[in-house]
């Protein structure tokens, strides 16, 4: 990989997903102490970067200083392929989590960090 600076990494299925500050999602594997790139998704969420990635169930989710939540699923021949993309209404949106059975993003508006359903679109306070 030339110059590639990662913000953001997890491990699902059997790839290693990074995210760069470019805003890419590259899938990678590990094959004798070198590591492949078996997909690359270059700018998917702009220039500012991919802030965070999270497994949850069999999907992969990213979300980025660009204000979207994209949601990837593995398909046939081991490929991944982008779900959805929702933007939130914010700029920057730092992480996503599930609370209480529920997906949440945690975003910068301002000074403040929000905590916001992804669903229902409600603030959580």
Do not use: N
Not at 98 to 123: I, K, Q, S, Y
Request: glycine fraction near 10%; hydrophobic fraction near 45%.
């Amino acid at each position: 990989m030339k110059q590639k600076w990662f913000t953001a990494a997890c491990e699902w299925c059997q790839f290693w997903v990074l995210g760069d500050r470019c805003g890419g999602l590259h899938m990678v594997t590990l094959e004798e102490e070198e590591l492949v790139i078996e997909q690359s998704m270059p700018k998917l969420h702009g220039r500012m970067g991919v802030t965070d990635l999270r497994v949850e169930g069999e999907l992969l989710w990213s979300v980025g200083r660009d204000g979207f939540i994209r949601s990837y699923s593995l398909g046939g021949e081991e490929t991944v392929t982008m779900l959805q993309a929702l933007h939130v209404g914010y700029d920057w949106v730092a992480s996503i989590r599930m609370v209480w059975d529920e997906l949440v993003c945690l975003v910068w508006h301002g000074a403040r960090l929000l905590v916001r359903t992804v669903e229902g679109d409600t603030e959580v306070r």
